[in-house]
Nanobody
């Protein structure tokens, strides 16, 4: 079984920064894509950022220039550094990873989510 554990959420003021971390553990052969989604109250889940094992990244337009995604392939971790936070960034942030669990199977796993609240 594979688990993703997130950490680093919290309450900050507008303009401040936070770093989210996510660690994958369990039966892992390799991890291709890792990333973060977020879901604000009453809104659909939104893709925030992704990173491939080779380091290629992709960001939502709303976070470009403010958020930076990174990963440590040896530790199976992915981080999201968030600068210049605004109240519009308030959401539950979910880590996900597309993981090869054996020679034949890839599966996408999700963390339970971590709350990020930005006050004005």
């Amino acid at each position: 079984q594979v688990q993703l554990a997130e950490s680093g959420g919290g309450l900050v003021r507008a303009g401040e920064s936070l770093r989210l971390s996510c660690a994958a553990s369990g039966r892992i052969v390799s991890i291709n894509l890792m990333g973060w989604y977020r879901q604000a109250p009453g809104e659909q889940r939104e893709l925030v950022a992704t990173i491939l094992s080779g380091g290629s990244t992709n960001y939502a337009d709303s976070v470009k220039g403010r958020f930076t995604i990174s990963r440590d392939n040896a530790k199976n971790t992915v981080d999201l550094k968030m600068n210049g936070l605004s109240p519009e960034d308030t959401a539950v942030f979910y880590c996900f990873a597309n993981i090869r669990v054996n020679d034949y199977t890839n599966h996408t796993f999700w963390g339970r989510g971590t709350q990020v609240t930005v006050s004005s």
